[in-house]
């Protein structure tokens, strides 16, 4: 079965500097996509970023970049020039490519990130 | 475009009554995913949905829990008899696709169980 584990249960970053989150996760397949949420205390859930597991070339969304190594089935998020407004609840995710369940999604635990001023 | 727009955002249910928690689609999406999100916890995948076919409930809880789309109005998850383990968010996600690669979603209810 595919896991998605974030070994950072809490991180703290100061304004302006930069922070990576982890994320690994453990699947058999080779066709995937792995995405970043972000949660702010409203509670909404607002994608982050996302990569097809075929693409060789690391995803970038402005601020917000990823480190994906898929031999070591890890999926990092870097966020540079942190902003106070990144202050939330982040969620890495995995989906299958394709088959019955591809829209699932399955979710890490989360990592709280705190941005200091 | 509204987006996924989910009714109540909160929902507070004595023991042993009966939650009903609704999910307007976007415009366009035909494909609706159900998540519960617990205190301290990541969302877990419960049902997903297509007009009027339930397609993989294999996250749903085996009683209690049930989940319909149909042709008209809003995707709806109800809960008989809740229990104070059914206290969680609600999320509903929907797609124009079946993959997770185009989902947008709700706002989620948060349903209280006193």
């Known amino acids: 079965a595919q896991t998605v584990t974030q070994s950072q249960p809490e991180m703290s970053v100061q304004e302006a500097e930069t922070v990576t989150l982890s994320c690994t996760y453990d699947t058999s397949e080779s066709d995937y996509y792995l995405f970043w949420y972000k949660q702010p205390p409203s509670r909404q859930m607002i994608l982050v970023i996302r990569?097809?597991?075929?693409?060789?070339q690391n995803a970038t969304e402005n601020r917000f970049s990823v480190n994906f190594q898929k031999a070591a089935k890890s999926f990092s998020l870097k966020i540079s020039d942190s902003q106070l407004g990144d202050a939330a609840m982040y969620f890495c995710a995995y989906s299958l490519g394709y088959g019955g369940s591809q829209g699932n999604l399955i979710f890490g635990k989360g990592t709280k990130l705190s941005v200091k001023p | 475009n509204a987006g996924v727009m989910q009714n109540p955002r909160h929902l507070v249910r004595r023991r042993g009554q009966e939650a009903r928690l609704r999910c307007s689609p976007m415009?366009?999406?035909?494909?609706v995913y159900w998540y519960r999100q617990l205190p301290e916890e990541g969302l877990k995948f419960m049902v997903y949905l297509q007009k009027e076919n339930i397609i993989d409930e294999s996250g749903m809880p085996k009683e209690r829990f049930s989940a319909e789309f149909p042709k008209e109005g809003p995707s709806i998850l109800r809960i008989q008899q809740v229990v104070r383990g059914d206290s969680a968010a609600y999320f509903c996600a929907s797609s124009p696709s079946p993959e997770a690669y185009g989902y947008t979603f709700g706002s989620g209810t948060r349903l209280t169980v006193v």
């Open positions: 415009k366009g999406h035909s494909h």
């Open positions: 990569q097809e597991a075929y693409k060789q």
